[in-house]
């Protein structure tokens, strides 16, 4: 039995992505900061599979730590990290940004990241395997106005997915990265800071990618055989061309 680490378990495209994992009989370490969420989807998925939960803010270096370490023996081998903890943080031009918000998406996006894969890699070097998929963003290929932080946080990602390939090519580890365009989870929620109408406004008049669209997509770049590494895969819902150019018929 695999056993897969997912950040940002508790909504979006982590939960889906356990929900995804767990029909394939993949046993589950499901992190994030809200515990109750995390055991309501612990019992959930306990009727398919192992499940275990770590409580901890990936862009906290200490708690990262001391979570993995935590691990219990029979999770302990870790096969597959996805690193899906991310959030944007406001949509403003450079000049009016917030610096709070800024520190928030660096903290998360870029060193949350960080954090969680340089615990897990020592594992996978030890036994040679292993995938890491890191969850990017569209936003990381190209910018758009009012995007600048978030997107450089982004950029960030892919050039991490990129380097990372490049340094544990030795260690038979396979590395991959999705980039999603626009997907209806709680993201552009917390982007407008609760304002639940300005977040629904993003979606008018297209059908976006759903979280269990990116879902499948994570299981089938995982479930390839092993000696078949997928770099990277970029993913709009139909309606959307670029960063910058929406249908909304």
Same mark, same amino acid.
């Given at each position: 039995m695999k056993t897969a680490l997912i950040t940002g378990a508790t909504s979006g495209i982590g939960k889906a992505t356990a929900q995804e994992f767990a029909k394939h009989?993949?046993?589950?370490?499901l992190c994030g900061r809200r515990e109750k969420r995390l055991q309501t989807l612990k019992e959930e998925l306990l009727k398919l599979t192992e499940v275990t939960t770590l409580q901890f803010d990936v862009s906290k *270096?200490?708690? &990262?730590?001391?979570?993995?370490?935590?691990?219990?023996?029979?999770?302990?081998?870790?096969?597959?990290?996805?690193?899906?903890?991310?959030?944007?943080?406001? %949509?403003?031009t450079i000049q009016d940004g917030?610096?709070?918000?800024?520190?928030?998406?660096?903290?998360?996006?870029?060193?949350? %990241? %960080?954090?969680?894969? *340089?615990?897990?890699?020592p594992k996978m070097i030890a036994?040679?395997?292993?995938?890491i998929v890191n969850i990017g963003s569209t936003a990381g290929k190209e910018v758009y106005k009012n995007g600048n932080v978030y997107c450089a946080s982004k950029f960030a990602v892919n050039a991490l997915n990129k380097s990372m390939r490049l340094d544990l090519n030795d260690y038979n580890i396979r590395v991959s990265a999705i980039h999603p365009g626009m997907v209806e989870t709680e993201f552009s929620e917390v982007r407008f800071k609760g304002d639940?109408?300005?977040?629904?406004? &993003?979606?008018?008049?297209?059908?976006?990618?759903?979280?269990t669209d990116i879902a499948d997509i994570i299981y089938f770049v995982i479930?390839?055989?092993?000696? &078949?590494?997928?770099?990277? %895969?970029? &993913?709009?819902?139909i309606a959307q061309a670029s960063a910058n150019l929406i249908n909304r018929s």
């Amino acid at each position: 039995m695999k056993t897969a680490l997912i950040t940002g378990a508790t909504s979006g495209i982590g939960k889906a992505t356990a929900q995804e994992f767990a029909k394939h009989k993949i046993r589950l370490i499901l992190c994030g900061r809200r515990e109750k969420r995390l055991q309501t989807l612990k019992e959930e998925l306990l009727k398919l599979t192992e499940v275990t939960t770590l409580q901890f803010d990936v862009s906290k *270096k200490e708690e &990262v730590i001391s979570a993995i370490e935590s691990l219990p023996k029979n999770f302990n081998k870790i096969d597959i990290l996805i690193n899906n903890a991310g959030n944007a943080h406001g %949509l403003s031009t450079i000049q009016d940004g917030n610096m709070d918000d800024w520190d928030a998406m660096i903290d998360i996006n870029v060193k949350g %990241l %960080l954090y969680v894969t *340089k615990a897990i890699i020592p594992k996978m070097i030890a036994k040679n395997e292993g995938f890491i998929v890191n969850i990017g963003s569209t936003a990381g290929k190209e910018v758009y106005k009012n995007g600048n932080v978030y997107c450089a946080s982004k950029f960030a990602v892919n050039a991490l997915n990129k380097s990372m390939r490049l340094d544990l090519n030795d260690y038979n580890i396979r590395v991959s990265a999705i980039h999603p365009g626009m997907v209806e989870t709680e993201f552009s929620e917390v982007r407008f800071k609760g304002d639940t109408e300005r977040a629904k406004s &993003v979606y008018t008049g297209l059908t976006p990618l759903q979280a269990t669209d990116i879902a499948d997509i994570i299981y089938f770049v995982i479930s390839r055989p092993y000696y &078949v590494n997928i770099e990277e %895969l970029v &993913v709009y819902p139909i309606a959307q061309a670029s960063a910058n150019l929406i249908n909304r018929s």
